[in-house]
């Protein structure tokens, strides 16, 4: 299996205080297939804020949903949407394909 290959197959959890997480991520890919969640503090409330963060492709910029809380005594609020559910929108882009049977 390739790196990337590999990479998609792991979810990742990054704990960070840089609030700007555009800039933390520039210049690294991580596949829209890969599940990588980021945690950080909120700057309003003590609770840890959670965002799944992606690029459709390598070149765009870095997409970061909200998808939870992780609050004092380890209660988490986590999205009830599944993965694929959440991948739904890829930002409009236009995917062409064909079906054959042989």
Same mark, same amino acid.
């Given at each position: 299996a390739s790196v990337?290959?590999?990479?998609?197959?792991i979810r990742w $959890? $990054?704990?960070?205080?840089?609030t700007k997480l555009n800039q933390y991520?520039?210049?690294m890919n991580i596949?829209?297939?890969s599940e990588f969640i980021v945690a950080r503090k909120s700057q309003f409330r003590e609770m840890i804020e959670l965002y799944e963060v992606y690029r459709i492709f390598p070149s765009w910029p870095i997409i970061q949903d909200y998808i939870g809380t992780w609050l004092p005594h380890n209660q988490i609020n986590w999205s009830t949407a599944s993965f694929l559910d959440r991948r739904r929108n890829l930002e409009r882009i236009e995917l062409r394909g064909t079906a054959s049977s042989f």
């Open positions: 990337m290959e590999r990479f998609a197959r $959890l $990054l704990f960070i205080r840089d991520f520039d210049g596949p829209h297939d």
